[in-house]
Nanobody
Framework: VQLQASGGGLVQAGGSLRLSCAVS????????MAWFRQAPGREREFVAA????????NYADSVKDRITISRDSAKDTVWLQMHSLIPEDTAFYYC???????????????????WGQGTQVTVSS
């Protein structure tokens, strides 16, 4: 499974970005998908996850009112729509995939076997 993240960039505080993660190599519909982020000098942290069916989602408390994760199996793509961005959202954002037979949307990075290369999001104040 290969994951290609895109859509990052420089945005002013209060702005919006939509990150995309294109998945190839295996049946996209079999995978729960997630976004994680890592800022310089900080641990990688969970941002959002969506189950293979799209019916279940999980969000980090720090972003849940500002971010929406979605997926389109016809396009083998998962998106992360971010609004009202703040400087604290500045980080490298990674998409990840986990083979799943349940309706779970895991928060734990160790449950994700496949990772993309990431895309940088920078929010200026």
């Amino acid at each position: 499974v290969q994951l290609q993240a895109s859509g990052g960039g420089l945005v002013q505080a209060g702005g919006s970005l939509r990150l995309s993660c294109a998945v190839s190599g295996r049946s996209f519909s079999r995978y729960a998908m997630a976004w994680f982020r890592q800022a310089p000098g900080r641990e990688r942290e969970f941002v959002a996850a969506i189950s293979w069916s799209g019916t279940n989602t999980n969000y980090a408390d720090s972003v849940k009112d500002r971010i929406t994760i979605s997926r389109d199996s016809a396009k083998d793509t998962v998106w992360l729509q971010m609004h009202s961005l703040i400087p604290e959202d500045t980080a490298f954002y990674y998409c990840a995939a986990a083979m799943s037979t349940s309706s779970a949307a895991p928060l734990e990075p160790e449950k994700y076997a496949y990772w993309g290369q990431g895309t940088q999001v920078t929010v200026s104040s």
